[in-house]
């Protein structure tokens, strides 16, 4: 009976230092698997001070010097909405806050990356309110044109990289500034979209890190983030605390976005 009741304790004895090291296995795991995150997206990529940023736009209706339209008005009805049994129907708002289908997909793609390492929600914000403290980590989504925080990173005096010009009413680029090379999209025979992907620090708030992904179109934008989403360990290892390169993107399909610039 006594070896019995010694050969049980024994077998509970094992099986709770198993889960006992199992626990402590598991955390180290965790830990080890978040120290290249954090080398990478900044220390803060844990916490609050983490902000996903989305650019925004107002209608145009409402620009000065231009008044709210009214019933009756040619553009009164600005948006539509076509439903898959054939049915329309005519809008006029929204008038603010508008963002497009590329930042949602760009979103998307850094959100589901990284939450399996978060125990609390990413923090997505549109640049309008991002815009009111600095003093935090962001990735902004869109172009100068539609994220005011984008706008800011690219001008930031650290940025050696890459930024948008524009030569007449039509054609943009995306420019590399140490050679020169531009990066024109939706050129024939085979149209395609080009982003950028950039890593900064934050010179105002030592410690956090700004990122980009912006394009030259929407597909661009959504492209460049799915990069930064599946890429970002690669990235690590071949650049430091800060560079910028451009994706070619199919239209119509993130994942195809491929980098082409630096040249390896």
Same mark, same amino acid.
């Given at each position: 009976?006594?070896?019995?009741?010694?050969?049980?304790?024994?077998?509970?004895?094992?099986?709770?230092?198993?889960?006992?090291?199992?626990?402590?296995?598991?955390?180290?795991?965790?830990?080890?698997?978040?120290?290249?995150?954090?080398?990478?997206?900044?220390?803060?990529?844990?916490?609050?001070?983490?902000?996903?940023?989305?650019?925004?736009? %107002?209608?145009?209706?409402?620009?000065?010097?231009?008044?709210?339209?009214?019933?009756?008005?040619?553009?009164?009805?600005?948006?539509?909405?076509?439903?898959?049994?054939?049915?329309?129907?005519?809008?006029?708002?929204?008038?603010?806050?508008?963002?497009?289908?590329?930042?949602?997909?760009?979103?998307?793609?850094?959100?589901?990356?990284?939450?399996?390492?978060?125990n609390?929600?990413?923090?997505?914000?549109?640049?309008?309110?991002?815009?009111?403290?600095?003093?935090?980590?962001?990735?902004?989504?869109?172009?100068?044109?539609s994220?005011?925080?984008?706008?800011?990173?690219?001008r930031?005096?650290?940025?050696?990289?890459?930024?948008?010009?524009?030569?007449?009413?039509?054609?943009?680029?995306?420019?590399?500034?140490?050679?020169?090379?531009?990066?024109?999209?939706?050129?024939?025979?085979?149209?395609?979209?080009?982003?950028?992907v950039?890593?900064?620090?934050?010179?105002?708030?030592?410690?956090?890190?700004?990122?980009?992904?912006?394009?030259?179109?929407?597909?661009?934008?959504?492209?460049?983030?799915?990069?930064?989403?599946? %890429?970002?360990?690669?990235l690590?290892?071949?650049?430091?605390?800060?560079?910028?390169?451009?994706?070619?993107?199919?239209?119509?399909?993130?994942?195809?976005?491929?980098?082409?610039?630096?040249?390896?």
């Amino acid at each position: 009976m006594n070896q019995i009741w010694v050969q049980v304790l024994t077998n509970f004895g094992v099986a709770a230092v198993f889960f006992v090291l199992g626990d402590f296995l598991q955390l180290i795991s965790k830990r080890f698997r978040k120290r290249p995150l954090r080398r990478f997206w900044g220390d803060q990529v844990l916490g609050q001070d983490f902000v996903v940023c989305y650019g925004t736009m %107002k209608d145009s209706r409402l620009m000065p010097p231009n008044l709210p339209p009214q019933p009756g008005d040619k553009d009164y009805y600005r948006y539509g909405k076509r439903y898959r049994d054939g049915r329309d129907i005519r809008l006029v708002g929204p008038w603010e806050g508008i963002v497009g289908g590329s930042e949602v997909r760009a979103a998307s793609y850094i959100v589901n990356e990284l939450s399996g390492y978060r125990n609390t929600p990413i923090v997505v914000l549109d640049d309008d309110s991002a815009s009111q403290s600095l003093n935090r980590t962001f990735v902004a989504l869109g172009s100068p044109s539609s994220n005011e925080i984008t706008d800011l990173v690219l001008r930031e005096p650290n940025n050696e990289f890459l930024e948008f010009g524009q030569e007449g009413a039509a054609t943009t680029f995306i420019l590399d500034k140490k050679s020169g090379r531009r990066f024109e999209g939706f050129k024939e025979p085979i149209k395609k979209d080009y982003g950028m992907v950039v890593k900064l620090p934050n010179l105002r708030f030592p410690g956090h890190v700004f990122f980009v992904c912006a394009g030259l179109g929407e597909w661009g934008t959504s492209g460049a983030s799915w990069y930064l989403a599946t %890429k970002w360990r690669e990235l690590q290892l071949r650049f430091g605390d800060a560079f910028g390169i451009v994706v070619e993107v199919e239209l119509g399909v993130d994942e195809s976005a491929r980098e082409v610039f630096p040249e390896r």
